[in-house]
C-alpha cells in the first residue's frame, strides 16, 4: 500500500522553496529605518528596539487578552533557571515597575526548585546553582523561595494536594462561565481604591479569597514569605535517589520528576495562598511537549497540559504566558537585553537506558523545524484547536473520578471499542489464565473473613500477593498515561507517602462505596451522605 | 549440532538457578517472561531478575499464556512472550474483539476486503477468512483489487492477490485506473514527474476501491490498515494541523453519508504481528517498495514512529489511545461533507479531488488539484477559459 | 569448539533488495564462536554483503527500527538482541516491515 494515501505534501516542499535568502543588509519590517538583527518568522525582520516593544507588548497582551489575572492577586512564578522562565520573570519585572505602560498588576512572588537530586548534582554543585538562582530572585525585591525536590518526601498529611474538598470543584465549574464580568468588576474595584492588595477584594474575588482561606491548609506552613534555602537531609535525598532509581526507562523518569515537581508547586502556592502559578513554557517547548503527550497516551488532556490556563486543581490556576514566544525570540531578548539565566543539567540517563520519549521527540520536532520552518508553529496552532474534553470536564462530572498523579479526570472508563480495551484483552489473552487470580483471590479473601478490611491491612504488604493488589489498586487510580508511567517502576515502595497513604484511602473508599452501595441496593439514600457521615 | 543443545541445556539450568536465588533477595512483580519449568518462580519471582538473566541469553523462552511450549516473540503491546500456536489464538481472538466491539459486520453483509497483495491485507483476507468460519459472521467475502498501471510494481502484486484468491478460494475484482479515470499510474507519472505522483494515486486509489466495491454491490469495504498506520497518521495530522482528520482518522469504522462505509479490523494489531503472524503461517505476500519515490515527509513520521517503538513498545497504542481521546473545541470550523458535483462522490468541495485531479490532467494542468485553488473550480465547472496567468502557475513546475 | 560459525541468513520483507534480491544466503564467519554475538555480524553483514544503502538496514549499532530479526525463528527480543552469542548452524532471518501493506 502506498504510504500516500490522502497525502498533500506540497505545503511543505512549498514552503522550504520560499524560504528567503537572508540579506545581509535587510531593513527591520516595522520601522522600516535600522537595520534588522533577527528574523522571527519568515519575511518578518526586526531590529532590536522594535524587536524588544514586540517582545514587550506580547506578554502584557497576552495576560490582558485571557483576563485570567486579577489586580491585587497573588501570583506564584515557577523558575527553573532556564531561558524561558526567567525571560517570564523579566517581563513580569518589567511589567510591574512605575513607569511601564500598561502596568501589570498582580503581586508576584518565586519559587524555584532544586532538583539537583535527580539530576546527579553533587552538594557542591547543587549549593553553588541555589546560591547563583537566589542571587537572581533576591534583587527582584519579590518574595522567594528555593524548595529541594526532596520536601516531597516530607509530606505526610498533603493529601490536599489530591484530595480537595468536593465544593471546591464544584465552585470552579460554577462562576467559570461570569469570569469575564467577575474580571471588570475586580479591575474597576481596584482602580476605584487604588490603594493596594487589602482593598482589592471586591467582586468576586471576595468570594475567592474566602473560599481559599477555607481551604487553607490544616499544618501551616512554616516557611516565610521569603524562604532561604536549607539543604535537605542526606537521608530524604537518598529517598528521592532510591525512588527514581526504581524507575526503569528515562521517560518515566522524565514523567515522574514532572508530577512531583507539579504536586510541590501547587502545594506550595497553596500553602500560601496564591491562587495562579505562572510556568514559562514557550511555543516550542509546549509543540514538543504536546507531541510528546501524544505519545505518553495523554490525548485527552492535550488541553490542560499545553493550553494557556490549566484549572485541575481547582484553586490554584496554572498559566503559560510564556506560549507564544518560540526559543528563539527567547534567547535573542535573553542575549540582547542580558537576562540572566541559570543552567541545569538534564535528567540524569544510564549509559544502558537509550534516551526518553521527551528527548526523541525534541530532536525530531527541532530536525522538521529546520526543514521545514513552519512545523512548531503548525502544531502550537493544533493545540490550540482542542479542549477538555466535555465529558470530563461539564458539571455532570464534577465528581468525576481524578488521576492520583496528574489530577487529570480519568480517561479509563471509557468504552469497549478502543485501545484502552485492546490493550486489556491483549493483556488477558497474553498470560495464563490463572494469573488473573489476585482479583478473585481478593474477593475470597474478604467474602471469608468477618474482617472486612483484611485485604487493605498495611500489615500484609511484605506477601507478594498484597503487593501485586497494591499495584493493582494503584492502577486503577490513574490516567491511561500515568499507567504507564507506573508501569516502568519496579517497586511502589519508594514512592512518596503522600501518595501512597492517598491510594490506600482512595482505594479504601472505593471498597466501602461497593458495600454501602450492595447494602443500600433496595433503599434510595444519598450515598454520599453516608459516606460523610 | 548436540554439543550446542546439550550447551544449551546447561545455561538453561544454570539460569533456573540464578533466577531461584536472586528472586530470593529482589523485589516483585511478575515480569511478562519467564522460563519453562520454572512458572511456579515466575510467580513470586522477580522484578530486578530480568535484567540480569536476559544477558546471557540463548535460552528458549516460555510462552506466558500456556507455559509449555518455547515463545517465539515478544508482544509489543504488553511484553508477553508467546509460543508459535498462543500467538496465533490471540492474534485472531483479538481481531475478532475489535469486529465485536466495534460492530464492523452485520449477518448477510457483503465484505470487500482492499487487497493489495502487501503484508497488511494478505494477512487481513486469511484472518478474516478464518474468523468467518469460526464465528459464523455470515459474511460474504470477496477481494477488491486496484490497479494503479504500475510497471514492474503492481502487476508483480496483483500476481500475489490472485493467488490469494485461489488459496483462499474467494472471488476478486480488479479495478484499474486506467479503466475508471483513462489514465494509468505511470501515464500520470510521464505528465506530472515525481513530484505529487503519490497524491494522485491515494486520491484516485480511493475512489477506485469505492467504484469497484458498487459494481460488485458490496455492503462494506475493509482495509488493512494496522496500529502502525493509525499511529503514524495520528502523528501526520497533528504536524500538518488538519485538526478534521486528526479527529476522524483513529475511527475504527468511517463513512456512511453517500460512500461505502469502511472499517479497520486490523486497527489495534501491530505491524511486527502482522509480519510474524504471515512469516509463521508462511502466508505469501509481496513486499517491494512501489517503483515511484516514496513520500519524503511521511517517511519521517514512520522513522519517527518506529524509534518511538524501539524505545517504549507501548507507544504506538499510547498514541492510538490519544487520538481517540482528542477534543476539538466546539467553534473550530470544519469542512462541511457534501457531494461533488460532477460524479457525486462524497467532498468537502463543489468537485472532488479525484475529479479536480483529473480534470487537471485532461487539461495539461496537473497542478490544478494539487495545493489550494478552490477559486478556479467554478470556472471548471462552468467550461469557462482560465486565463494566461492562471494556467501558467498550474503548469509542472520546471525545477 | 567449532572454529567459525556456520550461518544460515535470511532477508524477507523487502530487506533482500538491499541484498541484490538474494534471499537466502549461507555464510561462514571468520570468527570464534565464543566472541560472535549479533552485534559483531551486522558489521559484518554490512561490511561484506549489504549491496546498496546500508542506512536503510543499519542504524547506529542495530538494525534499523522497523526490521525484525529472528534467530532459529524466534523473536531476537527473547534471546538478548545484539548480544546474542551466535552458535554454528544457527538460523537468522531479516524481515522488513517496512515495505508496502
Known sequence: MCRAQEEEDERYSEAVRRRPELGLEQKCMKCKERSAVLIIRIGDAFCKDCFKEYFVHKFRAMLGKKRLIYPGEKVLLALSGGPASSSMFQQVQEGLSRDAPKKLRFVPGLVHIDEGAVRRQSLKEREKMVAEMESVLKMSGFPYQIIALEEVGRYRAVIQVFNLPSSVVQWVSKDIPDMADDYKAAVDGFLGHHTGVENAESGSRTCVQTKLAELSIEEPEPAASTGTFCLPSAQSTQALKQLFDSVRSLTAKEELLHTLRSHLLVHTARAQGYSKLMLGDSCTRLAVKFLTNISLGRGAFLAMDTGFSDRRYGDVVLVRPMREYSLKEISFYNQMFLVPTVFSPALNSKPSEKGSIHQLTETFINKLQSDFPSTVSTVYRTSEKLNVASSVEGPESVSAARCLFCLCPLDTRVEKASAFHATLISEHLSQRKSLDLPEAAVKKCCAESEERRCCKKPAARGSTTSRADERLNLLDLLCYGCRVTTKDLTTLDHLPHYVRSEADHRTHRTAMKKEIQEFLLHENADLEYVLKT | ?399 | MAASVSLQLEFSGGAELLFGGVKKHHVTLPFQSDACDIRHLLVWIKQNLLQERPELFIQGDSVRPGILVLINDADWELMGELTYKLQDEDSITFISTLHGG
Open chain 2, 1 to 399: 549440532m548436540e554439543v550446542a543443545t546439550r550447551m544449551r541445556q546447561n545455561r538453561h539450568t544454570l539460569m533456573l538457578l540464578a533466577r531461584g536465588c536472586a528472586s530470593l533477595s529482589l523485589a516483585t512483580e511478575a515480569r511478562p517472561e519467564s522460563n519453562c519449568g520454572c512458572a511456579e518462580l515466575l510467580t513470586g519471582g522477580g522484578g530486578g531478575t530480568w535484567m540480569f538473566w536476559r544477558n546471557l541469553n540463548t535460552m528458549p523462552v516460555c510462552c506466558n499464556s500456556c507455559l509449555e511450549k518455547n515463545a517465539v516473540l515478544k508482544r509489543p503491546k504488553t511484553g508477553h512472550s508467546l509460543c508459535k500456536e498462543c500467538f496465533f489464538t490471540a492474534f485472531e481472538e483479538e481481531v475478532h474483539q475489535t469486529i465485536m466491539s466495534g460492530q464492523l459486520f452485520q449477518r448477510g453483509e457483503t465484505v470487500g476486503i482492499g487487497a493489495s497483495g502487501g503484508k497488511d491485507s494478505t494477512v487481513l483476507a486469511h484472518v478474516l477468512k478464518v474468523l468467518n468460519e469460526r464465528h459464523d459472521y455470515g459474511l460474504a467475502l470477496l477481494l477488491l483489487s486496484v490497479d494503479e498501471g504500475i510497471t514492474g510494481y503492481r502487476d508483480d502484486s496483483l500476481e500475489t492477490v490472485k493467488r490469494n484468491q485461489q488459496q483462499y478460494d474467494l472471488p476478486l475484482k480488479i479495478v484499474s485506473y486506467e479503466e475508471l479515470y483513462g489514465w494509468t499510474m505511470d501515464d500520470i507519472v510521464k505528465q506530472v514527474g515525481l513530484k505529487n505522483n503519490c497524491t494522485f494515486c491515494g486520491v484516485f486509489r480511493r475512489q477506485a476501491l469505492d467504484r469497484g466495491a458498487m459494481i460488485l454491490g458490496v455492503d462494506k469495504i475493509c482495509t488493512g490498515h494496522n496500529a502502525d498506520d493509525i499511529a503514524e497518521t495520528v502523528l501526520m495530522n497533528v504536524l500538518r494541523g488538519d485538526i478534521a482528520r486528526l479527529r476522524r482518522c483513529t475511527a475504527v469504522a468511517t463513512g456512511s453519508e453517500g460512500a461505502i462505509p469502511r472499517c479497520k479490523p486490523l486497527k489495534y494489531a501491530y505491524e511486527k504481528e502482522i509480519v510474524l503472524y504471515a512469516y509463521f503461517k508462511k502466508l505469501d505476500y509481496f513486499s517491494t517498495e512501489c517503483v515511484y519515490s516514496p513520500n519524503a515527509y511521511r517517511g519521517h513520521a514512520r522513522a519517527f514512529l518506529k524509534d518511538l517503538e524501539a524505545l517504549r513498545p507501548s507507544t504506538i497504542l499510547d498514541i492510538i489511545h490519544s487520538g481517540e481521546h482528542l477534543s476539538v473545541k466546539e467553534d473550530v470550523r470544519m469542512p462541511v461533507q457534501g457531494n461533488c458535483s460532477r460524479c457525486g462522490y462524497i467532498s468537502s468541495q463543489a468537485l472532488c479531488k479525484a475529479c479536480v485531479l483529473l480534470e487537471g490532467l485532461n487539461r495539461g494542468l496537473p497542478k490544478l488539484g494539487i495545493g489550494k485553488h478552490q477559486k478556479l473550480h467554478h470556472k471548471l465547472l462552468a467550461q469557462e477559459p482560465l486565463t494566461e496567468q492562471e494556467r501558467r502557475k498550474l503548469k509542472v513546475l520546471d525545477l
